[in-house]
């Protein structure tokens, strides 16, 4: 399994613990609730619903009633829901509770922060410290490598990496300040998801991340089928 195959995975099952859902309301959750999988198309989901049905972690359900009257008068099949499973469910607890390496990639961690409401404290600590360490690691680098090739750049490229540091700089104040909440206990107000925060230890919330406040690339136009 590649990387972000994984990641998005690890996105579907969070997403459906929640509640049940079909396919292009996954997708649209995807792609609103998670920016970072705003590039994933359908060709993408559906393999990686398919791969999750067949390992026992999700089962596929009709839509019921209300959808099998159009589909009966239009000829169209009724829409899939996809439930999560009790391994289902246990798969995605074990999924949460990892905090290796991994956790800390740009693309991971934010699907990780997304989901920080159903997470122990004591993960979340694990997971916002090994990230401020990893930044920390490449504003370091990027500091160095500034300074041996500052003087062969033009206004522009030294621009560009400014910007670049001025980002990473950033999300190291915004981590320091959520471990700060962590470590004091405090929570992130506001629901994750539209739901009210859940946690399987404290209570706290989960939100969305800002790291760089850098944009996804824009998503691909939606069709369902």
Request: proline share 5%.
């Amino acid at each position: 399994m590649s990387r972000r195959s994984g990641i998005l995975e690890f996105a579907v099952l969070g997403l459906l613990r929640e509640a049940p859902m079909h396919g292009y309301e996954l997708r649209k959750r995807l792609n609103t609730s998670l920016g970072v999988f705003r590039a994933f198309s359908y060709g993408t989901l559906y393999p990686c619903l398919k791969t999750l049905v067949a390992s026992g972690w999700l089962i596929e359900e009709s839509g019921g009633a209300q959808d099998d009257a159009p589909a009966a008068l239009t000829g169209r099949r009724a829409k899939i829901v996809y439930r999560l499973t009790a391994e289902g469910k246990e798969h995605f607890e074990e999924l949460l509770s990892q905090t290796g390496p991994d956790a800390y990639e740009d693309e991971h961690f934010a699907a990780r922060f997304a989901f920080f409401g159903q997470t122990s404290r004591d993960v979340r600590m694990r997971v916002l410290e090994g990230r401020r360490s990893r930044l920390e690691e490449r504003l370091e680098k990027m500091r160095a490598s500034l300074a041996r090739t500052r003087e062969r750049l033009d206004d522009y490229t030294l621009e560009l990496q400014r910007h670049g540091m001025e980002s990473v700089e950033r999300e190291v104040r915004w981590l320091n300040e959520l471990i700060e909440s962590e470590r004091a206990g405090r929570d992130l107000k506001g629901p994750a998801h539209g739901e009210p925060a859940r946690d399987t230890t404290e209570g706290a919330s989960g939100a969305l991340p800002r790291p760089g406040d850098t944009p996804g690339p824009d998503a691909p136009g939606d069709t369902a089928t």
